[in-house]
């Protein structure tokens, strides 16, 4: 008989209204300034810009509300919406109404907000999102009795996991990177990773050879765990162990790293891995299965599920040919396989993954400095990136401080990112108070200044007896 999944649908939709809770709020506080009105990238400049272009097809596109009005009521009116959704979600009502709402407001958000907008977790969301529209139990509110869970609908979640965790390691691979190879890739990471915290500190510390057996366990959870995932129900200890590895990794990732929702979300997705047997153990909840699903929803995920699932297929293999070097692996997709992958695109739904899969062994850091004369200048501050080697890197996560994360992306290519930065420099010059609001300490609180600079450093960890010194967290050289 098969194993029930009631509680692990239970749990699984109220831990994903959470991070759409948290994915969503975190935007309060930034979606005017990232792309409001006088936002450094304004969604509205965006959308016209894109329907000059490209007319009526811009719609297929860039499938957005934002259509309708992107002003900033219009964008905060979405992302408040979003979290009293999630809110409704977390408490069971009616998730076949408040999860395709949450996936289109979020999908619109994600195409307003542009480079801001465009992380990987961002589309794992999305597409996780997606997916639970299928599992999810129908009804208004919560019930004791339910119809089964679709098997056909969990196993595309579970390989939305297995998807996500392989491809994370194998593109580490096909990718040629020289520090994966040789195992030395965490000589370098946790320094350079995007914001790092001060638990990155002591964890650079450890010898190379606590690196090197840390990468290898790395490779072994993200190339054989997801193996087990897919084992069959009889050996479901293989699976649970396959859990437990993916969990402890994103434990080991989320300690010394801020990757927003990303490890929480991952981590959610453990959860239709897992049985009732075992949650219900954890999950005090009392649930029953009465029947099957009802006829024109099975029959619909019948259809639907196949789609999907050949669709995912094809942006994994699709993503590992993408990585190999030189674009030697596309030689091999065929072409009007890509157009299928391109075609559903748009809905940013059915990802490829791979995070880190060329390793960055350098720190440049973009520095941004005003000044009244031309003579004299100050240095602006960001709340999360690291800027004065004194001050202490700090834990931020789930909470993602987009600004603070694409100056990292601007520091490896400002001339990539000169659009947006021209523009931030903009509004630093004119005072735009959203703008400014986004930044830590303004050091020209009562006027903006007539000029600014970007200056480049190279940002390294002190090491413990630079520390204990000066006290620093960092050491920079002026390059340019």
């Known amino acids: 008989m098969t194993a029930s999944h009631l509680c692990s649908r239970w749990l699984f939709l109220r831990l994903l209204g959470v991070v759409y809770l948290i994915a969503f709020a975190s935007l309060t506080v930034q979606i005017t300034g990232l792309v409001g009105e006088r936002g450094i990238l304004p969604a509205g400049q965006f959308l016209d810009s894109a329907r000059s272009m490209a007319g009526a097809d811009a719609y297929r596109l860039l499938p957005t509300v934002f259509w309708l009005g992107a002003s900033d009521a219009a964008l905060g009116a979405v992302v408040w919406a979003g979290a009293g959704l999630a809110l409704l979600l977390v408490f069971g009502v009616a998730p076949l109404v408040t999860l395709p709402l949450l996936w289109l407001l979020y999908l619109s958000l994600s195409i ?18 997606f997916l639970a529209i299928l599992w999810a139990p129908g009804g208004w509110l919560p019930r004791r009795f339910q119809r089964r869970p679709s098997e056909l609908a969990r196993w595309l979640l579970v390989f939305l996991l297995f ?10 691979l096909a990718s040629g990177d020289p520090t994966w190879r040789t195992l030395t890739a965490l000589d370098f990471h946790f320094q350079t990773q995007p914001l790092p915290p001060w638990a990155a500190w002591y964890a650079h510390q450890l010898s190379d050879g606590m690196h090197r057996a840390a990468t290898l366990g790395m490779f072994l959870m993200e190339l054989v765990a997801p193996l087990l995932l897919l084992a069959p129900a009889r050996l479901r200890r293989l699976r649970i162990a396959a859990v437990t590895a993916i969990i402890l990794l994103q434990l080991g990732i989320a300690a010394t790293g801020n990757y927003g929702f990303f490890n929480l979300l991952t981590i959610v ?7 009732d047997r075992l949650l219900g153990r954890v999950v005090r909840v009392r649930l029953e299965a009465r029947g099957d699903e009802a006829e024109p929803r099975r029959a619909l995920v019948l259809i639907v599920a196949p789609v999907l699932l050949g669709l995912s297929v094809l942006s994994f293999v699709r993503e590992i040919a993408y990585t190999v070097p030189g674009g030697r692996g596309m030689r091999y997709f065929p072409g009007f396989v890509e157009g299928i992958v391109e075609a559903v695109a748009p809905f940013r739904s059915i990802n490829g993954y791979g995070l880190f899969r060329v390793m960055t062994t350098k720190r440049p850091e973009l520095v941004i400095e005003g000044s009244d004369d031309g003579t004299e200048w100050k240095e602006y501050e960001f709340r999360y990136k690291p800027g004065l080697v004194e001050r202490e890197p700090g834990f931020v996560a789930p909470f993602h401080p987009r600004l603070d994360w694409q100056m990292w992306f601007a520091a490896l290519d400002p001339v990539g990112s000169y659009g947006w930065l021209n523009s931030l420099g903009g509004h630093l010059r004119a005072g735009t108070p959203e703008v400014v609001s986004l930044l830590g300490r303004n050091p020209f609180p009562d006027a903006p200044p ?3 600079r970007l200056v480049r450093y190279d940002y390294r960890f002190s090491t413990p007896d630079e520390r204990r010194r000066t006290g620093a967290w960092w050491v920079r050289q002026r390059l340019e």
Do not use: H, M, N
């Open 112 to 129: 307003a907000g542009q480079d801001f907008l465009s992380f990987q977790w961002d589309a794992l969301l999305l597409e996780a999102g």
């Open 163 to 172: 998807k996500l965790i392989f491809l994370s390691g194998i593109t580490k």
């Open 269 to 275: 997705l453990c959860i239709p891995v897992l049985d």
């Open 450 to 452: 007539r000029f600014l």
